[in-house]
């Protein structure tokens, strides 16, 4: 299984041209959204991707965020 992690803040419109491109991605199995500031309309929108899981990160940092996509990924 093959799951990406994106880390995200105040990414809006890349963020949906990323999961758009990553659902092409042949072997891609899930897509890990680990947020921290996102607007609720960035993450509204998200949810139209079907490999998506949207995971809300209480602390800021790249770091921080990979660690918490890692812990959610299946």
Same mark, same amino acid.
């Given at each position: 299984?093959?799951? +990406?992690?994106?880390? %995200?803040?105040?990414?809006?419109?890349?963020?949906?041209?990323?999961? &758009? %491109?990553?659902?092409?991605?042949?072997? +891609?199995?899930? +897509? +890990?959204? &680990?947020a921290w500031g996102e607007r609720a309309g960035v993450?509204?929108? %998200?949810?139209?991707?079907?490999?998506?899981?949207?995971?809300?990160?209480?602390? %800021?940092?790249?770091? &921080?965020?990979l660690n918490r996509g890692a812990a959610a990924a299946?």
């Open positions: 299984m093959l799951s +990406v992690i994106i880390p %995200a803040r105040h990414e809006g419109g890349m963020l949906l041209r990323s999961l &758009a %491109a990553l659902t092409t991605v042949p072997g +891609v199995d899930e +897509v +890990v959204v &680990a993450r509204r929108r %998200a949810g139209r991707f079907p490999l998506l899981r949207w995971v809300e990160c209480p602390i %800021a940092g790249r770091g &921080a965020q299946r």
